[in-house]
């Protein structure tokens, strides 16, 4: 069974840093293509960040120049470095990709169960 689990989320002011991650478990060969999403209260889920098997990245305009997404594909593992944290920055944070599968079987569309983002003003 593929796991994604995410870590790293907590309580910070305004202006401060956090650093999720989410790190594959299971029977992988290799993490895919990866991204980070976020919903907050009462709002739909939204796209924060992503970052292909190939490092290409792509931001969501409320968090470009503020957050950076990166990868680490021998620790099957991604990252997202949060910076300049703003109050409507609050909200649940969920890895989301794909994984290759020792028996080589590609998952797609795996998601971990969220870690939450507080940033007080």
Known sequence: QVQLVESGGGL?????SLRLSCVASGS???ILDMGWYRQAPGKERELVATITSGRSTNYADPVKGRFTISRDNTMNSVYLQMNSLKPEDTAVYYCHGGA?????????????????????S
């Open 28 to 30: 992988i060969r290799s």
């Open 12 to 16: 910070v002011q305004a202006g401060g």
């Open 100 to 120: 290759l599968a020792l028996g080589g079987a590609f998952l797609h569309n795996l998601w971990g169960q969220g870690t939450q983002v507080t940033v007080s």
